[in-house]
Each structure stands twice: as structure tokens, then as C-alpha cells.
């Protein structure tokens, strides 16, 4: 029964968790805004307090991969690789939009389709298809949305969306009869641990040296120059 810890700073939110054979044991998470520094480290001791554990005790860490905010990436792997090399243990990439998509299975019906989309600034979006049961049916983009957006997926059937694009997106998408959405659903630890268990099992584990977020557009430093995604974290 491995005991499992979670790192989720793709997005505003700020998030850790710890979970035992998939299932949670504690969390802690805030949308207070770039609270990823301050906080992640501190969420992390009260987890370990609150069970009653240390990192030597942890059988792995996972971390949100991306993509998703630049600087939030960045915090959340970099305290991953630090736990891990501390307590000599190995380190799980969970990617963002996988892990969204895994949160909307328990709502979904066979035969729907599942689309997470996380912000990337003005009216574009980071994005993915999925079946029902979490499997993509596409590799990431980036989105810029409109009122065609999906329109041929839509055609088909339901289409579950969630993430923190919702706000821009469900205005375009409402009018569609199969468009269907989850806006509750943001990104959290929580919901790494199935798919870290499922890594944990298979030993899909990350190089600690060479791992690095997926930030699916690069980031390029310069006057007027913007992060890859949005400017929370």
C-alpha cells in the first residue's frame, strides 16, 4: 500500500495531498493568489503532522507536470525533486490535464467525451480530448477559442468540460445542446492519486536530474515578453 504525496501548482491553485493505495488521507489547498512559494512547504509539514509521517516514510512523490503557469510549474517540481532527493525517493510526473480529465470520469456516461482546459491568457487555452474512462483521443494544445471550438466533437455527443478556462469558454459553448460542464472542478492534488498509484504500480518513474514541466509553449524572456500561461502562482 504505497503512501503517496501530491504536488499540484499548474494553475491559481496552490495544492498538496497525501494519499495510501489511491485513497486520500489529507489535503491541503488555497486559491489565495500567488500563495505557491509561501505556502507548498507549509501545506506539506501540516500533511506530515496530520498523519503522522516524515518524507523517509513516503513511498514516492507526484508532481503536476503541466502545462500551466510558468512560475507555478516551476515551484511544484522543484520541491517534488527536493523531497526526493532528501529522502532518497523516486519522483512521479503527473500531467495537468490528465489529471483533470481523471476527476470528471465518476460524472461522465459511457460514450461522452471529457475536455479539461486550463487558462493561457486572452482567449486562448491549453486543452486535450478524452474518452469517458480519462484515455486521450488527442495530444495537448494550445486553443484559441471561439464559437466553432469542438464543434465537430459537440456534433457527436456530450462533451464534459472543466478546468479554469470555464469563464471564457462557457459562454461560447453554452448554446451547444451537448456541451456540458463541471465548474466546480479545478485542479487539485486530490486528484493524483489514482493516476500516481497507477505510475507507482507500473514504475513510471522520473529522472530527478533531468525531468522537466511541460509547458507546451515556450517561454521566451524579453521586453513585453509574457508568461506561457496564466500569470497566477
Known amino acids: ?6 504536488i499540484e501548482t499548474a494553475t491559481a491553485v496552490c495544492s498538496a495531498a497525501i494519499s495510501r493505495d489511491g485513497k486520500l488521507l489529507a489535503l491541503r489547498e488555497t486559491l489565495e493568489p500567488q500563495a505557491h512559494a ?16 516524515q518524507a ?22 522543484s520541491t517534488a525533486k527536493g523531497l ?9 510526473a503527473i500531467p495537468t490535464l490528465d489529471a483533470l480529465a481523471f476527476a470528471a470520469t465518476s460524472v461522465v456516461q459511457a ?13 486562448e487555452v491549453y486543452t486535450q480530448v478524452y474518452d469517458f474512462s480519462g484515455h486521450p483521443e488527442s ?35 453554452s448554446a451547444h445542446p451537448n456541451a ?27 529522472h530527478l536530474g533531468l525531468s522537466e514541466p511541460f509547458y507546451l509553449k515556450e517561454f521566451v524572456a524579453g521586453k513585453g515578453s509574457v508568461l506561457p500561461g496564466p500569470a497566477q502562482g
Open 38 to 53: 509561501a505556502m507548498l512547504a507549509v501545506f506539506i509539514r501540516e500533511l506530515f503532522d496530520e498523519i503522522g509521517i
Open 1 to 6: 500500500m504505497p503512501t503517496l504525496l501530491h
Open 84 to 92: 526526493c532527493f532528501a529522502a532518497d525517493k523516486p519522483l512521479i
Open 139 to 173: 495530444g495537448p494544445e494550445a486553443l484559441v477559442l471561439d464559437e466553432q471550438a469542438f464543434a465537430a466533437l459537440l456534433a457527436q455527443g456530450p462533451v464534459w468540460f472543466l478546468g479554469d478556462a470555464l469563464t471564457k469558454a462557457r459562454p461560447l459553448l
Open 56 to 77: 523517509p516514510d513516503l513511498d514516492a512523490v507526484s508532481y503536476s507536470s503541466g502545462p500551466g503557469s510558468y512560475t507555478g510549474l516551476r515551484i511544484g517540481i
Open 111 to 123: 460514450g461522452d467525451r471529457i475536455i479539461p482546459m486550463l487558462d493561457a491568457r486572452r482567449m
Open 180 to 206: 456540458r460542464f463541471l465548474p466546480d472542478v479545478l485542479c487539485s492534488a486530490q486528484h493524483h492519486a489514482q493516476p500516481a498509484l497507477r505510475a507507482w504500480e507500473d514504475r513510471r518513474f522520473e
